[in-house]
């Protein structure tokens, strides 16, 4: 069996909404291990965007956030914490490439700045 491309890279994914999601799912797409980067007390925004499988509206309904989330794994951390942000670091550091798509500061304000 052929490797893709990325078979290797890790990608700390800490994007949301539409574009950020859609580019790392990309690198996922051709290989790379993307670790999708959530806080439950504010999920990515696409969670809640339509169409819903079945019509019912849920967190792991959309099937516009499995588009854009496919290939990808995931974990929900709390960076208001110690714990959360000790987390985040631990990914980080095992990671080829941090991806975000935050105003500027908001990495910073959260500890994680480069």
């Not at 969670?47 to 854009?68: C, E, L, M, W």
């Not at 709390?78 to 105003?103: C, H, P, Q, W, Y």
């Amino acid at each position: 069996m052929n490797r893709l491309p990325l078979h290797g890279v890790r990608i700390a994914d800490f994007t949301w909404i539409g574009a950020g999601s859609f580019t790392t799912k990309l690198l996922a797409d051709h290989g790379a291990d993307v670790i999708k980067i959530e806080s439950r007390g504010r999920m990515d925004s696409l969670r809640s965007s339509r169409p819903y499988k079945d019509g019912i509206s849920g967190i792991n309904r959309s099937g516009y956030f499995a588009d854009r989330n496919s290939s990808k794994r995931s974990i929900a951390l709390n960076l208001k914490t110690d714990a959360g942000k000790e987390l985040a670091r631990r990914l980080i550091a095992t990671s080829d490439v941090v991806a975000n798509n935050f105003t500027p500061g908001t990495m910073e304000k959260f500890g994680l700045g480069y």
